[in-house]
Each structure stands twice: as structure tokens, then as C-alpha cells.
């Protein structure tokens, strides 16, 4: 096992004027056993991130080091990493057990220690009775676990993981994530795992790094990117529903933004007017779409309360110890 330090990775795609630079000098401090979750939207360069800790793609400038050696120029399978994909690229013509132990006897693994590691990796992951099936006889969410395991008996010193969850359903994707978490606290490797879906980050890391074209807005744990969001990136992206961030509100300096979570708001007559639009029943809560001037703004009501209808104007106040300010320019979050 080991820490991951990325220190100030840039990667530019193409050569000279032409060349594309997609991400924008990341450093990161990953201390050994931690688990981390890089998370952004379409394109924000995750995989880019992931791919070049793995080695299968060339860093342009800057440094990653795993442990005390620094990799950039080591080929993958120098790197002591495991990658765990999307789509799990199981080999279809070969049993669960070779599946998993193709990577050591490749390695020229003893025998008998090949049979040791996957007979325990296939304990942790539950797939003891399953040794002797084939991929097509396996569920989706079994050869997920297929493809930790194939990850594990590798003994890497970081373990990568790209979005796979994402091929399976909403339930096995809550199941899996349990597992993966389990597998974390057994066998605590240092962990880098690239997701675009928020809650999968806000449950599964210790720390979070939130990627926005190509720079890195936040790295912190989950409660702080919540909590003390760095940028109105970070602010709109984590959360649901998002942020509400306000540039014309009664009490906004110009230049400001003002930001507000829905849950933080309530119904209360010393409180703004807002005209809503739309009322939104989501079983035990509501949300509620408004307007506040020309500004939309969302809500969330608890059962209970009795709800405004469309077409109303209510008066609705904000927790003053649950208000956020960025810089209008920046964007970034002031103290
Ligand atoms: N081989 C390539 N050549 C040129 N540009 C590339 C190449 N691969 C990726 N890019 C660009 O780099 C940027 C980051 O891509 P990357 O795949 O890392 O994003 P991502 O956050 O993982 O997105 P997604 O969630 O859609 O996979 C994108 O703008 C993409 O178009």
C-alpha cells in the first residue's frame, strides 16, 4: 500500500498551436489508505485524471509519484495499480477462478499461492460458489464483483476504479457501493474512484475532489464540500436540489452572490416575497419553484406544513447560519 501524490499534472492533447490542454495543473495529496472520489461532470477530465495515475496515458507536465517513486515514465504494469472498469472486460471463454487469477499466472505466480489469493478474494466478495461459472452465467452485479476481484488478488498498492457502477441498476449500484466500502475498510488501499454522480461520491469518499474544466475546485471531505462549498461550481453541483445562488436579492452587495440551500428555507412572514410557479410533491417533502424578482429560487417544505399552491406569493426567510458568499467574478467563496 501507498499514498498517490499528483503534483501539478497538466495534460495538453496534440502538439503546438493546436494543442488542447485539458487539465490544468491538479495536485493532490493522497495519504496512504485513503479513499478518494474524483467526481465532475461530462468532460471535466476524470478519466483523463485516472488514466494517467494508471499510466495509459502520458502526463504532459508535472509529477505523480506513487509511494516514493515517481511513475511518470513507468509502463502500467510497473505501477503496483489495479484498474477496475465500466464495462468489466471479463475473458467470456474462461471461468470465474481464471478470470481472476489470469493476472498472477501472466506474472508467473506460483500455483499454489494463485489458488490462495483467489480463494480469499473470492470469500471477501462472496463469489466462492461461483468459481466455476462463466461470465454469461453471472448477473451484472456479480461480475462487477468478478472484476474487483481479478483487482484484489493483485495486491496493488492503489486500486483505480472508472465509474463501474454506472452499467448497473439503481439497486445493485446501492448494494455494490456497500460491498466496495467493506472491501475498503478490510483491506484499506489506497483508493482513486472517478464517478459523474454525486451521491456516489458524497457516500463512498473520505475526500472528494470536484473537477470543473479541467481544475481542480475542491478537495474535502464530504461534508465540507457541502458545508463550506469552495466555488458556486462545487455549490451547484453537489446537492440536490442544487444551491440557489443570488445576485439581486434584498441584502446582496453588487458583486456578490448569495448562496442558499432549498433546505435551508423557510416559510416565514419577516422573509422575502416570492411568487411561485410550481409545487413539486416528492413523498415526505415538497419543493417548491419560485421566483424572488427575477431570480428563481427553490425550496424545500417538510410534510406538514401547509404547502403554497402555484400562483401565490409567500414570504420566505433564509437560516442565517446557513449562508454562503462567493465572489461574483471568481466565483470563488468568500471567507
Ligand atoms: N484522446 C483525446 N484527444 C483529444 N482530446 C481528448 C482525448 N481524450 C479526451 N479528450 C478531451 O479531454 C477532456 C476530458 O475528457 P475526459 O474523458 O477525461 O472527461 P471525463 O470527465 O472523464 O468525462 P466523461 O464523464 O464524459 O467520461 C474532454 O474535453 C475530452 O474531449
Known amino acids: 500500500m501507498a499514498a498517490l501524490s499528483l503534483r501539478n499534472v497538466i495534460k495538453r492533447y496534440g502538439h503546438g498551436p493546436k494543442a488542447n490542454q485539458v487539465i490544468h495543473g491538479v495536485s493532490a495529496e493522497i495519504p496512504d489508505h485513503e479513499f478518494v472520489v474524483i467526481v465532475g461532470p461530462s468532460g471535466c477530465g476524470k478519466s483523463t485524471l485516472l488514466r494517467m495515475v494508471a499510466g495509459l496515458e502520458e502526463i504532459s507536465a508535472g509529477e505523480i509519484r506513487i509511494g516514493d517513486r515517481v511513475v511518470n515514465n513507468l509502463e502500467p504494469s510497473e505501477r503496483d495499480i489495479a484498474m477496475v472498469f465500466q464495462n468489466y472486460a471479463l475473458y467470456p471463454h474462461m471461468t470465474v477462478f481464471d478470470n481472476m487469477a489470469y493476472g498472477l499466472k501472466i506474472a508467473k505466480v506460483p500455483v499454489p499461492e494463485i489458488k490462495t489469493r483467489v480463494d480469499k478474494a473470492a470469500g471477501i466478495l462472496e463469489l466462492g460458489h461461483l468459481l466455476t461459472r462463466k461470465p454469461r452465467e453471472l448477473s451484472g452485479g456479480q461480475r462487477q464483483r468478478v472484476a474487483m476481484g481479478r483487482a484484489i488478488v493483485r495486491q496493488p498498492k492503489v486500486f483505480l476504479f472508472d465509474e463501474p457502477l454506472s452499467n448497473l441498476d439503481a439497486k445493485l449500484r446501492a448494494q455494490t457501493r456497500l460491498e466496495i ?18 451521491v456516489e461520491a458524497m457516500t463512498l469518499a473520505e475526500r472528494i475532489i470536484v473537477m470543473n474544466g479541467g481544475v481542480m475546485d475542491q478537495f474535502a471531505t464530504p461534508e465540507e464540500v457541502y458545508s463550506r462549498p469552495a466555488t458556486t461550481f462545487v455549490a451547484s453541483f453537489i446537492g ?7 445576485r439581486h436579492a434584498p441584502g446582496v452587495r453588487p458583486g456578490m452572490i448569495l448562496g442558499i440551500r432549498p433546505e435551508h428555507l423557510s416559510l416565514d412572514a419577516n422573509g422575502w416575497s416570492v411568487q411561485v410557479e410550481h409545487v413539486e410533491l416528492l413523498g415526505a417533502e415538497r419543493l417548491i419553484y419560485g421566483r424572488i424578482g427575477e431570480e428563481p429560487l427553490i425550496m424545500r417544505v417538510d410534510e406538514g406544513q401547509a404547502p403554497p399552491v402555484a400562483g401565490d406569493t409567500v414570504k420566505i426567510a433564509a437560516r442565517q447560519d446557513k449562508l454562503h458568499w462567493f465572489d461574483a467574478g471568481s466565483g470563488k467563496r468568500s471567507p
Open 181 to 198: 466500502q467493506k472491501l475498503h475498510r478490510e483491506l484499506g488501499i489506497t483508493s482513486l474512484f472517478v464517478t459523474h454522480d454525486q
Open 240 to 246: 440536490s436540489p442544487p444551491m440557489n445562488l443570488l
